[in-house]
């Protein structure tokens, strides 16, 4: 008898693992699986406040499915290490039993994440932050989706703020991996099909300590204008910090990558006229979302801040349209919520929409980044292009 108790008692726990379900039948639990070390690390704080933010307004509307609270559960993904974030994500499917995840960062461990924990477990992941175009075509089974648009748009806008500010030729250097690589190849051909000339590509390694010979090859090309596709705390930065140091560019452009205090803290007045795109906008979302942020006690303007709250008012918003917390009915509700038709619900209207979820009738949240996905579960978005002035980043335009 007690063979066969142990066995049942076995086979219970696996079926909750399995679908998600929870312990305490009045906690949800989200992971948030982003690098709170790494390269991004001065970048992470906001990324959970914002989705904490989202979580925090689902749990005291009280009416996320007969008054369940959303508990966030942090895991480090650190952007770099596959396997480290790989070991991060199957502890919060398994151990802590997350009903969806919001993350990873980015496009590598973003990667590896879905396509060896998140898609084979049915776990919905919504990332805030990886950019990388080959995600667009990633085989998800409808389980992954970001709030941020992929660098084939980027690389666009890039390069037609590059082009409208009178540079004809440029210098690539990018950070070796997916996001680095995707960005770099979708700036170069858009450039250049614009009539630009890109006199080298070059790769750069994080974490080194000293990056002379990489910016003397670049320098070498004879371009006067460097883009840095990068890290802001790694070696986006030492590839700024060294070309300075050296003379040896003229002016300098980078993506969202490269936007955080802590390169104008670190690197100081050299930054100033550094010209970087950021996904965002400047809608009546994106003001109120703002307001939400400093009220408590964070900045809402900060990189990927605003789509991390987002992300996580998807995941509660979605469970609520499926009357269930499970990893599957969740994720059968993502598109539903977030596009057309059904009632506009935006930041700090949660338990709106909530509320209209629970009476059977239709929202579209476009949130705080007017989000609205595309068949493959990404949105197109807009983006801020930005320039240091003064010590810090001053808003130029929205494309």
Aim: glycine letters at 14%.
């Amino acid at each position: 008898m007690r063979g066969i108790l142990a066995a049942a008692l076995a086979g219970a726990v696996a079926m909750g693992i399995a679908s998600g379900a929870q312990a305490d039948s009045h906690v949800v639990k989200v992971g948030i699986l982003i690098g709170f070390t790494g390269p991004i690390e001065s970048l992470a704080p906001g990324l959970a406040d914002g989705a904490e933010l989202a979580m925090k307004e689902v749990s005291d509307s009280g009416k996320l499915l007969d008054g369940k609270v959303v508990e966030s559960v942090r895991a480090d993904s650190t952007c770099i290490d596959s396997s480290a974030a790989t070991a991060a994500a199957e502890r919060l499917i398994t151990a802590d039993r997350v009903a969806a995840i919001m993350g990873a960062d980015c496009s590598g461990v973003t990667t590896a994440v879905a396509n060896n924990v998140a898609i084979p477990n049915g776990v919905v992941m919504i990332s805030p932050s990886a950019t990388s175009p080959a995600l667009t075509t990633i085989d998800d089974n409808g389980f992954f989706f970001r709030t941020v648009p992929s660098d084939a748009r980027q690389g666009q806008v890039l390069a037609d703020i590059v082009k409208g500010r009178g540079v004809s030729e440029v210098a690539i250097s990018y950070t070796n991996n997916d996001y680095g690589k995707g960005l770099a190849d979708s700036f170069g051909s858009a450039f250049e099909a614009g009539g630009g000339s890109v006199a080298m590509t070059a790769a750069h390694e994080d974490g080194k300590a000293d990056y002379s010979a990489e910016v003397a090859a670049l320098a070498a090309s004879g371009a006067k204008t460097l883009m840095i596709f990068g890290y802001v705390d790694q070696g986006g930065k030492g590839v700024m910090q060294t070309a300075l140091d050296l003379g040896a560019f003229d002016n300098f452009f980078g993506s969202d990558g490269m936007v955080g205090d802590s390169l104008i803290a670190n690197v100081g007045e050299g930054t100033e006229g550094l010209v970087t795109t950021l996904p965002g906008g400047d809608s009546p979302g994106a003001a109120s979302f703002h307001v939400l942020a400093a009220e408590a006690g964070f900045d809402g303007s900060g990189p990927f801040v605003a789509e991390s709250y987002d992300a996580a008012a998807i995941i509660a918003l979605a469970m609520q349209a499926a009357g269930s917390t499970g990893r599957a009915a969740l994720q059968s509700k993502v598109m539903e919520v977030t596009n057309a038709p059904g009632e506009k619900i935006g930041p700090g209207e949660l338990a709106k929409g909530l509320e209209i979820l629970a009476g059977g009738g239709d929202i579209d949240y476009v949130g705080a980044t007017d989000v609205e996905f595309n068949e493959v579960g990404e949105t197109n978005g807009s983006y801020k292009e930005q320039e240091i002035k003064g010590g810090q980043y001053v808003l130029v335009n929205i494309h």
